[in-house]
């Protein structure tokens, strides 16, 4: 079963608590701190689209890729109630398209870390390296191996109530050290109060931690200039008390 292909309809519900607006804020931030207030933005891994509604709600020409078709359709229904023209696609972030001369690739909440070996990292990065223009500008963000280290893994629970929803889902982790990877085994239980029906979902979510000298690797492999690494809302080196860092860099080539 593709990742998301059953909690994809209970998604925006669970991350209702994520601040898009200042996500989107700060990345725009830091892609103007390199010289891209507008343009051309892809969203990599796009998800149901709530960042790339919000950078084109900024003036942003704006494109998105998932890998799930379930993601994309909420995406692209998201977008048509919103008026705006969007061109969202399925389609592998680890396979090169057809879109070419963006000013920026985005891609975000951590589809570099569902990448968990270094060969299809490099997929990835050489993906948003063929969509750049040169001296195009590629921002994402990943799980930080220093802080997974020093804080290990547990378990977590989370429940969300919308009338006549509860959602429960209980996340649950293996980490192997050897392979530097957290499978996260998460059960949702959806319950509709009004019914008083009660559905199931599980999944298993294969994660990868990078350090930063690994990512600087693969970018250089896949025609990028070496990136600066921060704390992930902040602009401070990335250290143990989070796992959410990013990465900024340059294609290669001149505009």
Request: charged residues 20%.
């Amino acid at each position: 079963m593709t990742v998301f292909a059953e909690y994809a309809p209970w998604y925006d519900l669970l991350y209702q608590d994520k601040d898009y607006g200042t996500e989107t804020a700060f990345v725009e931030a830091r892609l103007r701190d390199h010289g891209v207030s507008s343009g051309r933005l892809l969203d990599l891994g796009c998800g149901t689209g709530l960042h790339a509604l919000a950078f084109a709600h900024q003036g942003w020409n704006v494109a998105g890729i998932d890998l799930s078709h379930e993601m994309i359709a909420s995406a692209k229904a998201r977008a048509e109630k919103a008026g705006l023209s969007i061109p969202f696609r399925q389609g592998n972030a680890c396979e090169t398209g057809p879109e070419c001369d963006f000013d920026a690739v985005v891609s975000l909440f951590h589809v570099a870390s569902y990448q968990t070996s270094r060969d299809t990292l490099a997929a990835m990065f050489r993906t948003a390296c063929a969509a750049l223009k040169p001296g195009g500008i590629f921002f994402f963000d990943y799980w930080y191996g220093g802080a997974v280290l020093a804080q290990g893994v547990e378990t977590r629970v989370k429940v969300i109530e919308k009338t006549p929803l509860r959602l429960t889902r209980i996340a649950q982790s293996d980490h192997d050290e050897q392979a530097a990877t957290v499978t996260v085994n998460y059960t949702l239980f959806c319950e509709d109060t009004d019914r008083a029906t009660i559905r199931r979902v599980d999944e298993a979510h294969h994660m990868r931690y990078w350090f930063p000298f690994e990512i600087d690797a693969a970018l250089a492999e896949s025609g990028f200039q070496p990136a600066s690494h921060a704390a992930w809302l902040t602009q401070d080196a990335p250290s143990s008390k989070s796992w959410a860092a990013y990465a900024v860099a340059r294609k290669s080539g001149t505009p």
